[in-house]
């Protein structure tokens, strides 16, 4: 393995993203004022810009003192999901056997006489 440093440094050429400078990308007249902007956000307007909502989830992130805790909790998400696979499992085959009853057609009744 070369090892490369100030004295053996060769130049390799790489193609980069080149960046015109005649084409601008802002829309004209969309100055606020900074009064403009704490005004429109204390009331909950829109400011302009697009706006990003944030994704909250209602599971609580734990903290953990100790390695043991870790392994509890561990022990406990498998064991729940052990719980919800079984659960699944066992609606997907209600699901199969409802469409298997109602994919078999009805025999009509021939009586003889």
């Known amino acids: 393995m070369k090892i490369r440093h100030q004295f053996n440094y060769e130049e390799t050429k790489c193609e980069g993203k080149f960046f015109d400078q005649t084409t601008v990308h802002t829309v004209p ?4 004022s900074i009064r403009t902007l704490l005004d429109r956000h204390s009331r909950g307007l829109p400011l302009g ?4 909502q ?11 003192d100790d390695l043991t805790d ?7 998400l498998k064991n729940k999901e052990k719980e919800l696979t079984s659960s699944i499992k066992k609606e997907k085959k209600l699901q199969q056997e409802k469409a298997s009853a109602k994919a078999e057609p009805k025999k009509p009744d021939i009586k003889s006489e």
Do not use: I, R
């Open 29 to 32: 007249d969309q100055t606020m």
């Open 49 to 52: 810009a697009s706006t990003k």
């Open 54 to 64: 944030g994704e909250y989830f209602d599971t609580e992130v734990p903290h953990f």
């Open 70 to 76: 870790v392994l509890k909790y561990k022990k406990n």
